[in-house]
């Protein structure tokens, strides 16, 4: 049997209001007032599509063992390297075996589920466990209702053969090349097209006739059908598509619009993340991609598919939120405001390459030393332990910390120092296991830091080289809501 035996995901913490984006437009674009309900996700400055998709998949292997894992793929359409492999950094970051393969898919708002389509019929034919992660952070002009309505997310799938908690039932893929939308080489942002030709003459022609031939071929009965997953951006799309192949309305999953956003590529993994957290043994889900064509997978939970859920899942970080009404701040963090910095802001970002690739453990998976004698852990790892009266010499071994809870046990607020989430939190923290590291803080208020308090490793953008268009990664710390 194959199927998903696992899914995670992540959502920032910050969620911009939508009220104060339409407020901000209302002399240029009254119109959009009307989109301006609820909230959508919002990345800080320090995340991306490989951080969001790092922090999902921690989600999904929640007290699993990663040596199962034969594959990685990252799909997104906002990819921060274009030809750098960003599934490989995600990779790093888990600290998984340098002889587990990597993937990079894009370009299409479908990515999420070809990705994961491909990834099921490789597992099926003896590919291994295979990691799908879906990622997005979109950037979108301001104004536009792209902006309204994105959000800011990213879900993991682990797949595989043997205990699965949804069996894929199979598949089916058309491939039309309907342009709804485009973003050429080396354009910011996305050219959109006209919504009714598109709800009209793309999803009403497309997505019906594709379901009804996935149903067909898989022998399954559209009323037999428990929850239909389709992450479109129009409301009531989802359930005309559901009508017209026959799906029931009831079936219908909630896209999340008013408290996440439309993720991209990765909205269809997202939801099919989140109805597995309610989904009955025995239930049909159907899940649909759109773009370029349409994807369509079936699968079926199984008696165990409560086990779906390792982690926080999409309803444990969403229910992580601290709303933002600070438009200025959204603008500046994806790249529409240049504010001046100051002269602390021009020291040259230029990465040592070298340097990287040989303390990759270090610096992309944060693992440290144990010294085997003494038990002693540290970081960064050395040839000689600094364990007290017992300078033991080549007697560690690697040490994880990212897994691992750690407290606060100094901490500043710098304001002079330059930092586009200004003041800058950092300090010392100390694990419960043994071992301190200096770390900046993230996705913090003054009242989360104090001594004492519980942090956990999150990996984070560290700084950007804007001359050369390179981002350094790093691990910061993060208050542990699951404390």
């Known amino acids: 049997m194959v199927g998903i035996v696992s899914v995670g995901a992540y959502v920032p913490r910050r969620r911009l209001q939508r009220q104060a984006v339409a407020a901000a437009h209302a002399w240029f674009a009254p119109g959009l007032k009307g989109l301006g309900r609820g909230e959508r996700a919002m990345a800080c400055w320090d995340e991306d599509a490989i951080t969001m998709g790092v922090e999902a998949a921690r989600d999904a ?21 274009l030809d750098r492999q960003n599934a490989g950094v995600v990779k790093e970051a888990l600290d998984l075996a340098d002889t587990v393969a990597a993937l990079d898919v894009g ?30 952070k979109r950037r979108a002009q301001p104004a536009s209702e792209l902006e309204m309505m994105a959000g800011d997310a990213a879900a993991a799938l682990l797949v595989g053969q043997g205990a699965v908690a949804a069996e894929f039932i199979g598949g089916h893929s058309v491939t039309v090349d309907f342009v709804d939308h485009f973003r050429g080489e080396g354009r ?20 019906p006739t594709a379901i009804r031939a996935a149903l067909a071929r898989l022998g399954v009965a559209a009323g037999d059908v428990g929850k239909f997953i389709m992450g479109a951006p129009m409301r009531g799309i989802n359930e005309a598509m559901a009508k017209a192949s026959g799906i029931a309305a009831e079936a219908v999953v909630e896209p999340l619009a008013q408290v996440l956003g439309e993720a991209g590529s990765a909205q269809p993994l997202i939801l099919l993340a989140h109805a597995l957290e309610t989904a009955r043994p025995g239930e049909i889900l159907a899940v649909v991609g759109f773009g370029q064509g349409c994807d369509v997978l079936l699968f079926r939970a199984t008696d165990t598919v409560a086990t779906a859920k390792a982690g926080l899942g999409v309803s ?23 504010l001046d910095g100051g002269m602390r802001a021009e020291a040259d970002q230029k990465p040592v390459l070298t340097a990287l690739y040989r303390s990759r453990k270090a610096a992309m998976a944060l693992v440290g030393g144990r010294c085997t004698v003494t038990g002693v852990v540290q970081f960064p790892k050395s040839d000689i332990s ?57 996705d913090v208020e003054a009242s989360d830091v104090e001594v004492g308090a519980v942090m956990r490793p999150m990996f984070r953008i560290k700084a950007v080289d804007e001359t050369r268009g390179f981002t350094k990664y790093f691990w910061k710390a993060v208050p542990d809501f699951r404390a």
């Open 61 to 81: 292997l929640t007290d699993l063992d990663r040596a199962r894992i034969a594959r990685v793929v990252l799909a997104s359409t906002t990819h921060p390297f």
């Open 107 to 136: 370009g299409s708002q479908r990515a999420g589920t070809s990705a994961l389509l491909d990834a099921l019929q490789a597992s099926r034919g003896g590919a291994g466990d295979v990691l799908v992660l879906a990622s997005e």
């Open 188 to 207: 910011e942002f996305d050219y959109n097209w006209e919504s009714r030709w598109i709800r009209d003459e793309g999803f009403a022609k497309i997505v």
């Open 316 to 338: 444990g970080w969403l229910a992580r939120r601290a709303p933002e009404t600070n438009y200025l701040k959204f603008l500046a963090w994806n790249g529409h405001l240049h």
């Open 386 to 442: 600094v364990a007290q009266n017992a300078r033991t010499i080549g007697t560690q071994e690697d040490y994880p910390f990212a897994e691992r809870r750690a407290r606060i046990i100094t901490h500043t607020a710098d304001s002079l120092a330059f930092s586009p989430d200004p003041p800058n939190y950092y300090g010392t923290v100390e694990f419960e296991e043994g071992g301190r590291i200096a770390m900046e803080f993230a």
